[in-house]
């Protein structure tokens, strides 16, 4: 079969005439994503993304603030002990591993352990009375854990959680080593000079905190200069005395609030700090003098323990 040949005219003309000639069409529009695999009914299309950790915070806290667990002279205290902000400042959060040292009644127990619960830990660490000096001392903290131990026991909803550890006055442990998050101590720093181990106790608590891991102090804070020795027993304390403690066991300071401060507190009471509110050593002497000033002007302390 013969090819046929068309004069070089002809075929010039048709390629003017071509529709690779004419200018360039826009771009079909892209086609659409298919639709996305159904999701299990029990889920949402879109997941509700997590709640910001301070959102979580406020929000369990509020709630323990609030419990019907803590008596009405319990929460009459939030306002000279601020919980919220304190423990805010602190970096505290429901998901971490809690040492609270030495507990007394439980009253900051109350909130801590609601606001961990199934999320966190709480560890209360007691001291071992068998292992004071004084017998006074033995007999005081022999009651005192009995009763925190019953007060735990009474309401296993709110506290069934806690670990109760105790350790050695002489030899003080909190834990395996860098097992927590944060180590709380409320006014008990001066009842550690008292037990002759408030360097072992800084030293203890560093040691089981995690690189990285808060060490938050609050205690009475004893007038500006003020000699150590004059007013040991008076339940103030300088604060520079306490940042040395833990500065000395390997801490850095890394800030001091003014969140439990309270310049009506002239700190130059008969009976040391236990004149104030809520102890009342003098009794009814001058209690409504005492009861206007309100609880102790205190420090307010946070350390952290270098990452390694």
Request: proline share 8%.
């Given at each position: 079969?013969k090819?046929?040949?068309?004069?070089?005219?002809?075929?010039?003309?048709l390629?003017?005439?071509?529709?690779?000639?004419?200018a360039?069409?826009?771009?079909a529009p892209?086609?659409?994503?298919a639709?996305?695999?159904?999701?299990?009914a029990?889920?949402p299309?879109?997941p509700?993304?997590?709640?910001a950790?301070?959102?979580?915070?406020?929000?369990?806290?509020d709630?323990a603030?609030?419990?019907a667990?803590?008596?009405?002279?319990?929460?009459?205290?939030?306002?000279?002990?601020?919980?919220?902000?304190?423990?805010?400042?602190f970096g505290?959060q429901?998901?971490?591993?809690?040492?609270?040292i030495t507990p007394?009644?439980g009253?900051?127990?109350?909130?801590?352990?609601?606001?961990?619960?199934?999320q966190?830990?709480l560890?209360?660490?007691?001291?071992d009375?068998?292992?004071?000096?004084?017998?006074?001392?033995q007999?005081?903290?022999?009651?005192g854990n009995a009763k925190f131990?019953?007060?735990?026991a009474?309401?296993?909803?709110?506290y069934?959680?806690?670990?109760?550890r105790?350790?050695s006055?002489?030899?003080?442990?909190?834990?395996?080593?860098?097992?927590a998050?944060?180590v709380?101590?409320f006014r008990?720093?001066?009842?550690?000079?008292?037990?002759?181990?408030?360097?072992?106790?800084?030293q203890a608590?560093?040691?089981?905190?995690?690189p990285g891991?808060?060490?938050?102090?609050?205690?009475h804070r004893?007038?500006?200069?003020?000699?150590l020795?004059?007013i040991k027993d008076?339940g103030?304390?300088?604060?520079?005395?306490?940042?040395?403690?833990a500065t000395?066991?390997?801490f850095k300071?890394?800030?001091?609030?003014?969140?439990?401060?309270?310049?009506?507190?002239?700190?130059?009471?008969?009976?040391?700090?236990w004149?104030?509110?809520?102890?009342?050593?003098l009794?009814?002497?001058?209690?409504?003098k005492?009861?206007?000033?309100g609880?102790s002007?205190?420090?307010?302390?946070?350390?952290?323990?270098?990452a390694?």
């Open positions: 079969m090819k046929l040949v068309l004069p070089m005219s002809l075929v010039v003309a390629a003017a005439c071509s529709p690779q000639s004419e360039p069409k826009p771009a892209a086609a659409a994503p639709p996305e695999a159904a999701k299990p029990d889920q299309a879109t509700t993304p997590p709640a950790a301070a959102q979580t915070f406020d929000a369990r806290i709630a603030l609030a419990g667990w803590r008596s009405d002279a319990n929460k009459a205290r939030d306002a000279y002990r601020h919980p919220k902000e304190t423990l805010a400042f505290v429901p998901s971490q591993t809690i040492v609270e007394g009644g009253w900051y127990t109350e909130v801590l352990a609601p606001l961990v619960k199934g966190g830990k560890v209360a660490a007691v001291a009375a068998a292992t004071a000096a004084k017998e006074g001392t007999k005081y903290l022999a009651n131990r019953e007060k735990l009474a309401d296993a909803a709110n069934g959680e806690v670990e109760v105790e350790f006055l002489t030899a003080p442990k909190l834990g395996e080593p860098g097992t998050d944060v709380l101590t008990n720093v001066h009842n550690f000079m008292n037990w002759n181990n408030d360097k072992a106790m800084f608590a560093f040691d089981v905190l995690k891991g808060v060490l938050g102090v609050t205690d004893a007038a500006s200069g003020a000699d020795e004059k008076s103030y304390l300088p604060q520079d005395y306490v940042v040395k403690l000395d066991a390997g300071l890394d800030g001091s609030s003014e969140i439990n401060a309270n310049p009506k507190d002239t700190k130059d009471y008969e009976k040391g700090v004149t104030l509110p809520p102890s009342y050593a009794g009814d002497k001058d209690r409504e005492y009861a206007a000033i609880e002007d205190r420090m307010t302390l946070k350390f952290v323990k270098p390694q």
